[in-house]
Each structure stands twice: as structure tokens, then as C-alpha cells.
């Protein structure tokens, strides 16, 4: 199947400092890509979809300044957390379709600590 | 909108008992349905997936079917393995939309 490749998978930033996460699709061209965040013992929640030269759709209620999206080329979307505080601790997943019947695959997700 | 209601956990299970993790859905159109699974530390893989109605999904000797009568898509394994702990999410997608919504997912402990 399709590899997607995040990186870091884990990292720990001091609160009011930005950190980046990189999502990259390896074997494929991904025009989309999503992004999820995972709260302890919750489910994953959308946050908002990645499109490959055009603005990212952010899902109601997640803040499109605090949570940029960047998606630059087709095989790389980023997500920056800007000004980083400990209630953005989380586990931040991307996802991306791809082959028939477009599959989704997900990324190995990255754990943010914010401290 | 979407919604998925899965199994509360967390589920303890002895090695080679039967497993069940119930899902039902509710959904507009023609969903297709997923279970995730997560092992400790690790991202989402894909374990099965069912497209239409009555489609059965298997992999690993998990199986689920896709009931669109009882709007259902329960995962079910005869013989579970200390290796199969993990949280299992079911999910769907709506016909043309790639967003996964998720279950609040189910912590699967089998003890040897």
C-alpha cells in the first residue's frame, strides 16, 4: 500500500514557541491531505483538510492563525502550531487517499509536548 | 452529519477468547466503513473495510460486516492473541468524501 511519513514523532517545545509537523506522502501524489488531533483516551477529530496550492478548510472551531497549514508541493503538507501552550499537548495525525477506490492512509502521527 | 458510536472500553479478554467491539453508524447516502487499529505508540493502520452493503472486510482473522439494516459494522475475532492489544477505531466515510469520522475508539487488552 501507499506509504505516508510523518516526522518528527515526537517532540516537546517550550510554551510560546512554534513547532512544525511534516507530512509526506512517499510513493504517491497526494492533491489532499488531512489533519486529525487525538486528545488522551478520545477519538480522532478532524482539524481541517490540506489542499496541494490553495488554502487549507479548517474545521469549525479550530483556529486557522494558531494551526497553519501549508501544503507546497504533492508529496508534503505542514502543520505549524504557533505559540505553543500545554493544552495543544496532543497526538496530531495526518492522513492522505490514495490508489483505488482512494484509500486512506495515515502517517505514524507525531506527539506533542508542550511545556 | 455523520456519527459513529462504538464499544465502550477498555475490554480485557484471556488469549484465544472471542472478541466483539460493536459500531453503529449513522450517516446521509452510501457510507464505506473502516476499522482502524493503533498499537501502543504507534499511528492508525488500516485493519478492514467494507464499501456496500452486506460486504464482509477481514484481515488478520478479524472480520465485520457491512449491515445496512441495523446500520452496523460490528468487528468481530474468534481466537484473539496477546498481539492483538491495541484501540480499535471504527469509522466511516459518506459517498465522495474522504474525512474519516471516527469512533471514540475501544482499548483492547488480551492477557496471556
Known amino acids: 500500500g501507499a506509504v505516508v511519513s510523518q516526522h518528527p514523532s515526537r517532540v516537546i517545545c517550550k510554551s510560546g514557541t512554534s513547532v512544525k509537523i511534516e507530512c509526506r506522502s512517499l510513493d504517491f501524489q497526494a492533491t489532499t491531505m488531512f489533519w486529525y488531533r487525538q486528545f488522551p483516551k478520545q477519538s480522532l477529530m478532524l482539524m481541517a483538510t490540506?489542499?496541494?496550492?490553495?488554502?487549507?478548510?479548517?474545521e469549525q472551531g479550530v483556529e486557522k492563525d494558531k494551526f497553519l497549514i501549508n501544503h507546497a508541493s504533492l508529496t508534503l503538507s505542514t502543520l505549524t502550531v504557533t505559540s505553543a501552550h500545554p493544552e495543544d499537548s496532543s497526538f496530531y495525525i495526518c492522513?492522505?487517499?490514495?490508489?483505488?477506490?482512494?484509500?486512506?492512509?495515515f502517517g505514524e502521527g507525531s506527539w506533542l509536548t508542550v511545556v | 452529519g455523520n456519527s459513529v458510536t462504538q464499544m465502550e472500553g477498555p475490554v480485557t479478554l484471556s488469549e484465544e477468547a472471542f472478541l466483539t467491539i460493536n459500531c453503529t453508524y449513522t450517516?446521509?447516502?452510501?457510507?464505506?466503513l473502516f476499522w482502524y487499529v493503533q498499537y501502543p505508540g504507534e499511528g492508525l493502520q488500516l485493519l478492514l473495510k467494507?464499501?456496500?452493503?452486506?460486504d464482509k472486510g477481514s484481515n488478520k482473522g478479524f472480520e465485520a460486516t457491512y449491515r445496512k439494516e441495523t446500520t452496523s459494522f460490528h468487528l468481530e475475532k474468534g481466537s484473539v492473541q496477546v498481539s492483538d492489544s491495541a484501540v480499535y477505531f471504527c469509522?466511516?466515510?459518506?459517498?465522495?468524501?474522504?474525512?474519516?469520522?471516527f469512533g471514540t475508539g475501544t482499548r483492547l487488552t488480551i492477557i496471556p
Open positions: 490540506s489542499n496541494e496550492g490553495s488554502k487549507a478548510t479548517y
Open positions: 467494507a464499501t456496500k452493503a452486506d
Open positions: 492522513s492522505a487517499p490514495a490508489g483505488v477506490g482512494n484509500t486512506i492512509y
Open positions: 469509522a466511516l466515510t459518506s459517498f465522495g468524501n474522504e474525512k474519516l469520522t
Open positions: 450517516a446521509t447516502g452510501y457510507p464505506s
